[in-house]
């Protein structure tokens, strides 16, 4: 897994190359295992280098989508993460101390919080292999965030996106008419898993790859997904085998073991609706795979050199019935997980004062965490159900009850509910658009927030309550207001690049067949 911007090590040894055909890459090794590129590190002076680093408390916390784990760490050490199907563990480098272990009680995630040997931590699943992704950062007062994906319970009310293979300029591989290459039989059949993935009630990205021009690299589909909180990342390709005109079948590859069952799975249930051989789930360096914030799979459906297979593929009841399969499949695996619609409450273990809250279920986090959590007033994460928002959803500024229910599903975390009432509402006014707003900034998306929220200002620019929502998302650092006048808590990775070296990035490279933070 890689490690977050502002994580302190060393290097070990010299700079090392590595030349594929016409490409060079240029990484160093550090002492934590990790191998990073040489322009996402920076030196730092002595006094900064890690070492005596103590780990003095943590805090763990749930709403609808989200489970935080969060520590206070008096040093931006670099750290191993593992997941091995029934438990997540941390182990810190440089590390003396960690805070003590303890039960979480009805937390969706985690069972536990077990230390040992001074510098690990093992956060244990509820149960074996129910486990979406995360992703790390520090936030912006220097504590490390871990956040993992909770378990939706099924498609329903999952963010999922659907990734076309190539597009563009990049038509993929060819078929025996040049006029359907892989790129169209796989914007073909992404459509058609779109549709049957929202008639389940999914939260739905298909990756637009009809470009007129130019290519949609696969750099920026993976951060369009990480943008959204994408759960799950499904990447539609088609297989080539041009020296073996006989082969067929299905295969699907993942990378993190938590995505090797849907993998599996998919792999499975789509050459049955093609009627071909399984070639199975198989392990593969993939970079739409290996972002370890989501679930990713890519699914090669079938053989585009083989004339039957590709004339399968060309057909719109062969892919209709992939599209079923993959939905369906997709769906299944999500419920097999399990889900909760309410939050785990707060947790803490370390000196935190005498003012923590401790709150449970939905009324989350409370106002404050005292001592030396997250600030002064974290806000509780609002309509996500981390509380804060408390029953102030029932304050709209329209008065009307349609509008009502959609604050009131935006407090409880049901997204999905909020997205239909404002659909069937006709009277696009000043409130519409600011909840359209909230839903967004859920969601993830920026600038579709900021838009809602200026329309809004602009409609009723007397609303002090849209105005604060606005000015969060203009000059905050990444806080956005919720109805109810309650804020998001920052989410922002640390900014200070203090760092013997630093990582400057947390996402795997792309194109060279190393792991490397950057």
Known sequence: FPLPQGALDYTVGSELVYKNENKTYTYYKLASGVRIYRDDITGVSNDAAPGGNAVTGVQVAS????????????????????????????????????????????????????????TKVTLTLNSSGRFLGYRAFYNDNGQLVFRFNNPPGGASGATIVVDPGHGGDDVGALGFLPAYPESEITWEIAQKVADELEDLGANVILLNTQLSSGKYVIQDRVA?????????????????????????????????????????????????????????????????????????????????????????????????????????????????????????????????GSNSASSGGSTGYGSSYGGSGYGSSYGGYGGAGYGGYGQQYGRSASGSSVLDQVRIAIATGNLTRAEALLANYSDHNAEWNFLKGAICYRRGWMDEAKRYYQTACQMDPGNAEYRQALDYMENGPRQAYTPGGTTFGTDLCGSNLCLPMCCLWSLCSGGAPIFCCI
């Not at 199907?85 to 960690?98: E, L, Q």
């Not at 009680?105 to 536990?112: G, I």
């Not at 739409?288 to 679930?295: H, N, S």
């Open 63 to 118: 709403n609808s989508q989200f489970t935080d784990v969060v520590f206070d760490t008096a040093q931006q050490v670099s750290y191993s993460a593992k997941y091995t199907g029934s438990a997540f563990t941390i182990d810190f480098n440089y590390t003396n101390s960690v805070p003590q272990s303890q039960t979480l009680d009805k937390n969706p995630m985690f069972s536990s919080l077990t230390a040992s040997s001074n």
């Open 224 to 352: 369009d997904a990480k943008a959204k909180n994408a759960q799950v990342y499904l990447s539609i390709h088609c297989n080539s085998s041009p020296s073996n005109s006989s082969a067929v079948g299905t295969e699907v590859y993942y990378f993190n073991d938590y995505s090797k069952n849907l993998a599996t799975s998919l792999s499975s249930s789509i050459s049955s609706a093609l009627n071909t051989t399984n070639r199975g789930g198989k392990f593969g360096r993939y970079y739409v795979t290996r972002d370890p914030q989501m679930v990713g799979v890519l699914c090669e459906v079938g053989f585009l050199t083989n004339e039957k297979e590709y004339n399968k593929l060309l057909s719109d009841s062969y892919q209709q019935d992939v599209a079923e399969a993959i939905a369906s499949t997709t769906n299944k695996f999500l419920k097999n997980l399990g889900g909760s619609s309410s939050g785990g409450g707060f947790s803490s273990s370390g000196n935190y």
